[in-house]
């Protein structure tokens, strides 16, 4: 079974940074894209970052030019650098990746983080 663990995360003054990052495990045969969606409450789900196997990036507006998604392929890994933080940017963030295993290619979401910016 395929499994993506998160780091990082808490709580962080406005115009601080912060740094998460998310490690896939498990019977994997490659990873397509891998990146980071967020959710506020009584909001719906929206892009933060994600990058794919070959280094394209996509960015979600509101975090566009603070924010910076990184990759580690050898290690499964994916590296979001959050600066410039703004209390808008509070929500739960959840890893995601597009994964082909052993019975064919999924979506999988890690468990969550909370990040609250907040003075």
């Known amino acids: 079974q395929v499994q993506l663990v998160e780091s990082g995360g808490g709580l962080v003054q406005p115009g601080g940074s912060l740094s998460l990052s998310c490690v896939a495990s498990?019977?994997?045969?490659?990873?397509?894209?891998m990146g980071w969606y967020r959710q506020a409450p009584g909001k719906e789900r929206e892009l933060v970052a994600i990058?794919?196997?070959?280094?394209?990036?996509n960015y979600g507006d509101y975090v566009k030019g603070r924010f910076t998604i990184s990759r580690d392929n050898a290690k499964n890994t994916a590296y979001l650098q959050m600066n410039s933080l703004k209390p808008e940017d509070t929500a739960v963030y959840y890893c995601n990746a597009i994964i082909l295993a052993t019975f064919g290619q999924r979506n999988y979401w890690g468990q969550g983080t909370q990040v609250t910016v907040s003075s």
């Open positions: 990058m794919s196997s070959s280094g394209t990036t």
């Open positions: 498990g019977s994997i045969f490659s990873i397509n894209t």
